[in-house]
């Protein structure tokens, strides 16, 4: 449980990264958070790279990465790449409004699911879980989007969380599908309200 708990808070270390751009004022642009994490990837990317290629055995990987995570990408980069990809697709007309709540998703909603549920890739979280991982995931989004929006952040957040397919043997955390499917559903709540 010692090392679950350390994981959670490791994960939300990672609400840094959106919040400073929110309340760094003229300090941290977009830009900024973007560069640091490209910066984050390219190291992520390489350390996996190393460890699954070549077998970096630090001690950190035993305690940090569950069993499923062994002979897979870990949770940590899976992250880094999720927040990178939600970071990037602002340049490309995802809204800051959007890209914010869908990374707090994933470093708040994300650990609290994972302390009050199961651990366990395969297993199935119990709804009143899923329902807490919602209302949090709502309540993150609901300052930036509008409210419809915020619910099918949500909704996409909670799905990300309860569901964890495996394809070709690699198992698609939620560290990757949280934020991506968060902002996706945000950002198509915001397009069909403005189209109202």
């Known amino acids: 449980m010692t090392d679950e708990v350390a994981r959670r808070l490791i994960h939300v270390t990672g609400a840094a990264v959106p919040l400073s ?8 642009s977009w830009r900024v958070v ?19 290629s070549v077998g970096l055995d630090w001690a950190i990987y035993e305690r940090l990465t569950r069993e499923y995570e062994q002979d897979n990408p870990a949770g940590y980069a899976l992250y880094i790449v999720g927040m990178a990809v939600v970071a990037g697709a602002v340049s490309f007309g995802l809204p800051t409004a959007v ?20 651990t366990e890739a395969s297993s ?25 929006a915020a619910v ?8 990300a ?28 709540g915001v397009v069909a309200l403005s189209g109202l």
């Open 152 to 159: 099918f952040g949500g909704v996409a957040a909670t799905f």
């Open 99 to 118: 890209a914010v709540p869908a990374m707090l998703m994933l470093a708040i909603g994300d650990p609290i699911s994972g302390l009050l549920g199961s």
């Open 21 to 28: 751009y929110r309340l760094g004022g003229d300090l941290v």
């Open 34 to 52: 973007q560069l640091f994490l490209a910066v984050a990837l390219v190291v992520v990317v390489s350390l996996e790279f190393i460890r699954l």
């Open 161 to 188: 969380d309860g569901v964890k397919p495996t394809v070709a043997g690699y198992v698609i955390d939620d560290n990757l599908s949280i934020p991506v499917l968060s902002a996706v559903a945000m950002w198509v």
């Open 124 to 148: 199935v979280k119990q709804l009143w879980v899923l329902l807490v991982m919602f209302g949090i995931c709502t309540l993150l989004a609901a300052p930036f989007v509008p409210t419809a």
